[in-house]
């Protein structure tokens, strides 16, 4: 299928789920200023993309029930593409995207109002673009102004990311070619930060997080990918237990773990891996307990990875093998928190592993897609939480279908505290990998980058 067709066939799957009379209005991100006239570097709206392929800022899709597809994008100027690039423009956008009709975007407050008239629907993105409610608003405005000349004005809108998350949830064969190309350029850039740390250490050379983050960049542009798919974590010693931490500037010192934890986003889709290594490529005792019980805790949760699943199954599975071990090691103590059923009950083992194992990957890294069984949704228990005291509500959690990529991301984050074992402290070990469901099981698409300890100093000893 060319690319032009498999974006109108994923056009024509929105309009038939408009229904009679609907019309659905998708734009494209807004471009946000750094710093004075500098803006950040542009990224489009995902929905838009997902629709159109098209990636230019100042554009928007429209499609009705009926399957009409116009496009609104900036026009062709002379003047404005020296500076800023070549544009598509409106004449040339129909043979290129296959939309039936494309205008000028500078047109959209005159021709939307038009396109609304006697519609009974607006779909829309619910807050995903700033002020887009408020020109809705303004162009059904304009529809109710002309009401006395027999036009009728939509009488519902409806939040268009239901149908589409639905979509973008289920992976097609095209999205999956992708989001295993850009696995490959992230596993990659991690083997290369972790031979260059090793490298420079042995070489007697200063090594800080942002030499590290240098080389994550260097693979990914190297290899294709328009940039990270999100702030790149390079995180070393005690700065791995800062779960939000950015690749910054502190020494790493021989003898710490460095946690890495980045991906790129190639042609739209997002890459999203985490290893955890010895800096001068040699776990120490304490690291190395800790690092395989991370990995023991992963590989349950990947078992728990397959068709039938539920999204939760994976993190429980995580949580019942990091529960044992954390007794085992001595970083919980039996005699104070009990046995592991205890400690899963109780969520203790919470001091040390505080979120959860995976989440939807996608264009976004955190991407869209509900967490809950559709058609289970009005079901639900209530319970205490044993930690906030707050009343939870648990929906029946997704059941895995194939073509569903998520990540699966144990960790172990030890704080300096009372009671807490001093050979542990400060360690922060995080292993994540990416996970296509599949018919039997899960395809992890990120494997080219080790993860046992043994083959993680075999290549930093190379
Ligand atoms: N890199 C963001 C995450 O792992 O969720
Ligand atoms: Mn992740
Ligand atoms: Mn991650």
């Not at 349950?300 to 085992?328: K, N, S, Y």
Request: aromatic residues 8%; hydrophobic residues 40%; proline residues 5%.
């Amino acid at each position: 299928m060319t690319a032009v067709n498999l974006y109108a066939q994923r056009r024509a799957r929105v309009a038939a789920q408009l229904g009679a009379g609907g019309i659905a209005i998708i734009p494209t991100a807004l471009e946000h200023p750094r710093n004075r006239d500098s803006d950040f570097l542009f990224r489009h709206d995902s929905y838009f993309y997902y629709l159109t392929g098209f990636t230019e800022p100042h554009a928007s899709l429209v499609i009705t029930a009926e399957g009409e597809c116009t496009l609104f994008c900036q026009p062709k100027d002379m003047e404005r593409e020296i500076w800023d690039g070549i544009r598509l423009g409106p004449e040339a956008a129909p043979a290129a995207l296959g939309v039936q009709a494309a205008h000028a975007i500078t047109t959209l407050d005159t021709h939307l109002p038009r396109m609304l008239e006697n519609r009974s629907t607006v779909w829309y993105p619910f807050a995903i673009h700033k002020g887009l409610e408020g020109r809705v608003d303004g162009w059904l405005h304009a529809v109710r102004a002309r009401v006395r000349y027999g036009a009728l004005c939509p009488e519902q809108q409806r939040d268009l990311c239901g149908i589409l998350d639905e979509m973008r949830l289920v992976k097609d064969d095209h999205e999956l070619d992708i989001m295993r190309r850009a696995s490959q350029i992230s596993a990659r850039a991690h083997i290369r930060a972790m031979q260059r740390s090793a490298a420079m250490l042995r070489a007697g050379q200063e090594v800080r997080e942002y030499h590290l983050d240098a080389e994550l960049l260097h693979e990914f542009r190297q290899h294709g990918s328009q940039y990270p798919a999100y702030g790149s974590i390079v995180a070393g010693g005690a700065n791995a237990c800062v779960l939000h931490y950015r690749a910054d500037k502190a020494l790493i010192q021989s003898g710490d773990l460095v946690l890495i934890d980045a991906g790129c986003e190639l042609d739209g889709y997002a890459s999203d891996i985490t290893r955890t290594f010895p800096a001068n490529g040699k776990f120490s005792g304490p690291q190395r307990e800790l690092y395989d019980l991370v990995l023991a805790s992963q590989d349950a949760a990947i078992a728990a990875t397959h068709q039938g699943a539920r999204f939760v199954e994976p993190h429980e599975a995580t949580v019942a093998v990091l529960a044992q071990g954390m007794l085992d090691v001595g970083l919980l103590d039996k005699n104070k928190v009990g046995s592991a059923q205890d400690v899963i009950a109780n969520r203790s083992y919470f001091q040390f592993y505080m979120h959860r194992t995976g989440h939807w990957l996608g264009m976004d890294v955190h991407d869209c897609g509900s967490y809950v069984e559709p058609s289970q949704v009005g079901q639900f228990s209530e319970r205490k939480d044993p930690l906030s005291g707050e009343l939870i509500k648990d929906r029946p959690s997704r059941i895995l279908q194939p073509g569903m990529v998520l990540t699966i991301e144990p960790g172990i984050y030890v704080r300096p505290g009372a009671g807490v074992p001093e050979q542990f402290w400060n360690i922060g070990i995080r292993i994540e990998d990416d996970a296509v469901v599949t018919a039997t099981g899960c395809e992890l698409i990120t494997r080219d980058v080790p993860v046992k300890a043994d083959e993680i100093e075999a290549l930093m000893r190379a």
